[in-house]
């Protein structure tokens, strides 16, 4: 039915991408397989889709991308060596450039082993620039940045795209300027305790420095940072409370962290160590390594979440205060007055662990 105006529609496409004379093509039902001449080795299909209800009806689709991407990483592979590396083709972003590495300075070696592969393209397959396949993505892993947890490192970067007048490559140094800044500048307490509410992500409490908390997807309520910035602390010092909400304005949950210099000597609020924080209005929270449901839920079994982190309730007043230990820190959960649940959670971290940074 379509069979003519498809064929038209395609022969069209196919001049207007590589140009007149360039390709052979068989036709079989409903694909249209083609070659390159200058690509003799692939053949890829291409077919028309119609869909009464789409504006951009008819389509055309293919797999040329998926044929020569993937040739051309087999083809790179079979002659140079990428370490411990990996390429890979994936769609809808095209190549994908995966390496593990531990500061800036390492980054250099894969990221020039990637413009090798740029030129290996440009000089042998072309054609992947002039239909504009080049979008490339670096995965970095093992740089670690302000506000990410050790394990939640992988930072993308997009390195190459297309654009009118031919690849736009992103330099190293551009690389390097943007993530300087981001760079974590202290090593995770391993004595520190992880925990999550439902906004933002997770925190480590009795690690994380209040510069940390603001890498974290939040907004902070109170206080202007560049203000913020000048704040001193003298040694032992406690900040006051701050506040930081979701970006979402349907989310009502509200993280109060407080801060404090643990080291012997003045340093500024963004360099000191969080050390309590209250969890308000959040539906659940995540103390390493339990996720505690604080909202009740009738349709589900309720469990205690002093019962869930397997410590008993506070039994003293001076535990109905300051909660019971569980490891490191002191939890107390703040229930409804009128219904069943938490409203509060408030996590203290117990400061005589915290011998390791002298």
Known sequence: SHMKEDNELIVKYLDNTFGKNTYTIRQDRHHWYVTLNKYPELTFFYTVSHDPFSMSSPSIKTNFDHVFGEYVIKKYKESYNLGKDDLSFDSPINF??????????????????????????SEKYPVLIDVGLMEIRMDIEGIHLKGMDDNDSIIYQHISEVKKDGLIIKSYEEICQELTPKLKTHLDNPD??????????????????????LHKNL???????????????????????????????????????????????????????????VIDGSEDIYIDPVWIELVFDKRREWKDPYEMLGVSPPKTEKENIEGVQYKNIKVLFEMNKYYKGVKKVTLTFLISKLLFLH
């Open 96 to 121: 994908v450039y995966y390496t593990k590495v531990t500061s800036l300075e390492e980054l250099k070696i894969p990221y020039d082993r990637l413009m090798k592969f740029i030129s290996f393209v």
């Open 192 to 213: 520190g305790i992880i925990f999550h509410a439902d906004i933002g992500r997770s925190f480590i409490l009795g690690s994380d420095t209040f510069e940390d908390c």
């Open 219 to 277: 907004i902070l309520k109170n206080g202007k940072i560049e203000e913020l910035r000048k704040f001193i602390l003298q040694p032992g010092e406690l900040s006051e409370f701050y506040t930081f909400k979701s970006e979402n304005q349907y989310k009502f949950t509200e993280i109060n962290l407080q801060a404090k210099n643990l080291s012997d000597s003045p340093c500024s609020l963004f360099d000191a160590t969080i050390i309590k924080a």
